[in-house]
């Protein structure tokens, strides 16, 4: 039994040294209060070599915007505590900016080039203690705007808690920060119709 525990303990600390990507969701809020939700979004954890507890978290393919890609966000200088208890691991950063690499063509709408650094506010993030679960929350400044992302934690919204019924009539409406309003207006509507499905309304 030890010498299985032990292998495992060796297999899990080797997919931390080189490399463990996570798939998970992935939520961005950005601009004045605009939500999107990803699903099946990668991000890796990867030690740096040689240094013990500091690490590289990437977030593969990052949107900051609805369906558009920007390019993989790269954040260096992460360090590692591990709880005695719990084993949980808790990751922090001193870096203050992230850097944006693989860059698409849509990323030239908020000014990002490949190598780009974008400023980084705050980061946080928590890697269970059997190694299969990460959660990261970051802010960081594209676009001349704050950008929140959380990634493999549901995050809970006035538009997915509603409740559902039998026919096609809107039972709420959302403006786009989220805020409910009573009627329609002029832009772009979120409205949850009674039979549960949630869309976009565009009133001209």
Not at 38 to 53: H, I, P
Not at 75 to 92: H, L, P, Q, Y
Request: proline share 0%; net charge positive.
């Amino acid at each position: 039994m030890k010498k299985v525990l032990s292998i495992v303990f060796f297999l899990m600390t080797t997919l931390c040294t080189f490399g463990q990507v996570f798939t998970d969701d992935l939520h961005v809020t950005s601009g004045a209060g605009r939500t999107t939700d990803y699903t099946q979004k990668e991000v890796e954890l990867k030690r740096v070599a040689g240094s013990g507890s500091r690490y590289t978290v990437t977030f593969k393919k990052l949107a900051p915007m609805a369906y558009k890609t920007f390019g993989d966000f790269v954040i260096d200088n992460v360090r590692s505590t591990v709880d005695a208890e719990t084993g949980v691991t808790t990751f922090s950063t001193s870096a203050t900016e992230g850097k944006w690499v693989n860059v698409t063509k849509n990323a030239a709408i908020g000014g990002v080039t490949e190598g780009s650094k974008s400023t980084l506010t705050s980061f946080t993030a928590t890697l269970s203690a059997d190694k299969s679960k990460f959660v990261a929350e970051l802010n960081f400044m594209t676009i001349g705007s704050d950008v929140s992302v959380v990634f493999g934690k549901q995050i809970d919204t006035a538009i997915n808690t509603l409740t559902t019924a039998d026919d096609n009539t809107y039972v709420e409406i959302y403006n786009l920060g989220g805020v409910r309003i009573q009627h329609l207006q002029r832009g772009i509507n979120i409205v949850r119709t009674a039979n549960g499905k949630v869309k976009k309304l565009l009133v001209k």
